[in-house]
């Protein structure tokens, strides 16, 4: 799998992404209604709260919430296929593959462990695995609190786990979070290969325009590399929920499983302190920014009032040697053609071809 260029990244702040406000969600979306002296009574009275107090799917959810392109991710229902679909065009996709059918496999042993619910989908395990996924962050905060994931997850209202049975098992509740964290992993993934191909199109590069490609993911290395760090982080939290799943389906020793929860809970803790640690300091262009040589072909056009390619060449070769917005065009190569430049922010020589000047010539604004 290719990793952004390290060497490569720009001086400035890289792309915030929206999973930063996932790991440091509110706390508020998981609280319990009454005070920590009294968790059994409150697994009695709060797993099935007043239809009043039920989430909603509107934008009052916050941040926090998985949401698919369906709704709020399901564990009796949902996949990767919508994933699949959206994003198997994009020119990542080949590299990630490997890496979703990964997070697959977890999916298929989080529903094994999920039946028959997976087959019968009563309506109380249906809001309970959306609950699950809904309350994830609360989820990982109150941990620390009960020694249990599962204790943590039937603690909270938000969950709608039902305090008594029909209900979910300890290992089907680990298995509803492996599948979310697998889902989130996922997301992740796509994440990066959406913002790459969003990268290519706005500055006019193909799929086959290997050396662009790996200028411009030098460019956005910093937002890049963040997003393959947190995928793997959910990966193996996925895969360790679905370790766990398998310990509790076999009714091991309730002390082992414990021991693995407190264990899972430290790195947990120490990752979102890191995370938040090095935040301020992830370099590389944000995602979605313009290079130099974009705003450069930018003033270009506006100078030649076209964005036709000869009229376009005509005004650089009249500029030629000049500081446009950080750009110095030096010339087009006597035997391949490519247009020759300078990034004077860099101090860095480069070029682009002739046929992706002209495709990113077509995606700038009109003059």
Known sequence: MRIA?????????????????????????????????SQAQQRETMATPPASDEQTDGPDDGPDAAVPAGGPFNALTDDLNDLRLQHEHCWLWPQITLEIDRLDDVLKGGRQLLEPLTTDRPDWAMKACIGIARSSPAIHQHVER?????????????????ATPPTLTDAQIYAAMAMHEARMAAETYCEIAAGIEEEMAQAGVGH????????????????????????????????????????AATAPDSSIIKKAESQMATLERKARAARAEVAPYRQGRQKGA????????????????????????????????????????DGFGQYDGRLEYTD????????????????????????
């Open 5 to 37: 260029c390290d060497g490569c990244e720009s001086a400035g702040h890289a792309h915030d992404s929206h999973r930063i406000a996932l790991a440091q969600s509110h706390t508020a979306q998981g609280v319990s209604r009454h005070s920590h002296d």
């Open 146 to 162: 009960y020694d249990s994931y599962a204790q943590a997850a039937r603690s909270l209202w938000t969950t709608f786990i039902p």
């Open 208 to 247: 086959d325009d290997e050396d662009e490609i790996v200028e411009l993911r030098c460019d956005i290395a910093g937002w890049e590399r963040w997003h393959w760090h947190y995928a793997a982080q959910q990966v193996g939290s996925a895969e360790r929920f679905l370790l766990m799943a398998s310990f």
């Open 290 to 329: 313009v290079s130099n040589l974009t705003r450069a072909l930018l003033e270009i056009v506006r100078a030649a009032r076209s964005k036709e390619y000869q009229a376009v060449r005509a005004k650089i070769k009249e500029w030629m040697g000049e500081d446009v917005e950080g750009i110095r065009f």
């Open 344 to 367: 004077l922010t860099k101090n860095r020589v480069d070029s682009i071809a002739i046929d992706t000047l002209k495709r990113k010539l077509r995606d700038l604004p009109d003059v």
